[in-house]
Every structure is written in C-alpha cells, then in structure tokens.
C-alpha cells in the first residue's frame, strides 16, 4: 500500500492575465508586509532577508481575504490572512504555460522575489487518482517544458518539479512500459530548466511516511538529480519538519549530499492518524498551517521551508471536498485556526 499525496494542480490560466491589474490594486511592494493594510485587504510582500519568495496578491486566499473584509467578517478575515500573506507554489497549468511562467516571474522581479513554481504535468500522472492526467505523451510534455522555460527566461524561479513523479516509480503504480520515458523526461526537464540562468529545481523525492531513502535514491539518480539543485520533501502532505529533515537528511547522504526544500504549507500538526489508511492523505481533519516560508531554516542542507501545496485547496473528493485543486473555505479557515 503506497502513500500517495496526489499534489494538486490549482494555477488558473487567467491568473497571469490579471497579476498587473492585482498589483496596481494591491500596492504591491518590496518592503516588509504590511498585515493591516488598506481596508483590512492589502497584501504586501514579506520581508526578503528571511523570505525572498513572491507573495501573489492575487492568490485564493487572498481573494478570499478580500471577500470576507466587504462582507465584514473580521475573525474569518484574521484566520484566512495567515495563507493570504505567505507566498505559495503557483502550478502551472497544461494549457498556457508560457503566459502563466512568463506572468508570475515577471509580477515576482516587479517584486524584487523569487518566483515559486510547481510542475506537474508528467505523462500519465497520479496513477488514475484524483489528479489523474498529465500530457498527452512524451512530446507533448517536452514541447510543454519548453515553453514554461520560455515564460521564465532570465528571471529569478525556484521550480518544484513533479511531485510524486519518482515515488510513482518506486512504488510500481507507473505502468512498466512508460517508466524509462519517464526517467528520460524528468531529465530532460531538469536539463532545460538549469539551463536558465537563475532557476533552481528540486526534482521530488517523496516524504517521511512512504518508505525507506533506499528505495527511492537509485530512481532519484536515474532521473537525474544529480544535474538538480536537489529535491523537495512532504509536498502536499502533513509529516513534520523534524521528521522531514530526517528523512531528507538520510536521503542526501545516498545522492552526493544534495540540499533540498520541505513543503511545510500544512503540517503545524503533523500527520493524520485515524481512518483509512489509503486515504489519511486526503483533506484530513484536524491539521494546521506549518512553519511559515523561509531560508532560515533548522538545518544547512535544508535550503527553505515553502507552501508548495496551496493551503484551502482540497486534495480531492474525499471527507466531503471539492474537486482536487478546488479552493475549499471552511478548510482553509480550519487550517489556520488550528495553527499556532
């Protein structure tokens, strides 16, 4: 029985089109965030010594805010602002991903930040789960990194590239036949986007609850982390960061002591425990927001904490969820009233 996390892919083609208008309306800036802002709404940019990653004024979350502050619902307001005002992974989609690259990273310089972005998009991804999809084929999804290479061009992006990719691999839900294109594509991704020259990637690696570094370093290699800047742990999912720096701290050891990033978007309260196993995963009850993003981390290898999942999107329909992807309000708000 695999863990899989089923990492969502939540961009919206037409968030690039109104990022400048969202910026002009929101006041965006370069300086420290301003938490009260303009009618209770505005979202500014956190400070950039300790995170230099871009805050989407125009985020879920932040319309959300916006939403709840005309309404007057001031204590819903407080709680949704934790999410609004952090920057988070922006994933982008299958049909625009030149025009959504080429936005956020242009919005992020605007910004003087770090564009986070998250490609999910392999050929016959989730193994028919509730993000099933991906490209069509081989083709396709190399004319599709090409063009998300093309949106980034020379602007500063740390790309989070396909979560579960590798874990799908190991675990033998991945068809045997589509395996080694598999690994072909994830290296030719990497080579393409370090080709750019101020994009770091992290190829994902799985987190601390789905088995053993020695499962997954071999695979992890033949993908090509070597070329990498390194991997991401915990995407999408709720083990803590002390357990998360364990296991990517055992796993960095076996891939030439290559740094890496840990989702920390909703793990404040670490893993669900109860119910079905194969579906602790998804949209369980009782978890918090973690550590807030930063590169002021708890350990040397670890090159950030980050929101590459986006908190109040719902994993899928399970425990009463929308669609994967699918802003979910009372989650989000559950999210951030249990946090600390």
Known sequence: MYDSRGARRSARASAAVVLGAALLLAGCSSGGGDKNGEAGARIT???????????????????????????????????VRKIAEQPVG????????EKEARGFTEAAEKSDRTALLVLYNIPHRDCGQYSQGGAADGNAYRAWIDAVARGIEDRSAIVILEPD???????GCTPAQFQEERYDLLKGAIAKLKSLKNTKVYLDAGNAGWGHPDQIFQPLQQAGVGQADGFSVNVSNFYSTQDSIAYGKQLSAKVGDKHFVIDT??????????????QRWCNPPGRALGETPTTKTADPLVDAYLWVKRPGE????????????????SYALALAGNSR
């Open 265 to 278: 978007s909703r793990n404040g309260n670490g893993p669900y425990t109860a119910g079905d196993p194969a």
């Open 314 to 329: 719902s994993d899928g329909t399970c425990k009463g969820g929308p669609k994967a992807g699918d802003w979910w309000a």
């Open 165 to 171: 990719a590798v874990l799908h691999l190991v675990d």
């Open 90 to 97: 922006e994933w982008i989609g299958p049909e625009n991903p």
């Open 45 to 79: 940019q956190q400070p950039r010594n300790a995170d230099p990653f871009w805050v989407n004024p125009d985020g879920t979350a932040a319309r959300q805010l916006a939403a709840y502050t005309k309404a007057g619902k001031r204590t819903e307001a407080e709680q």
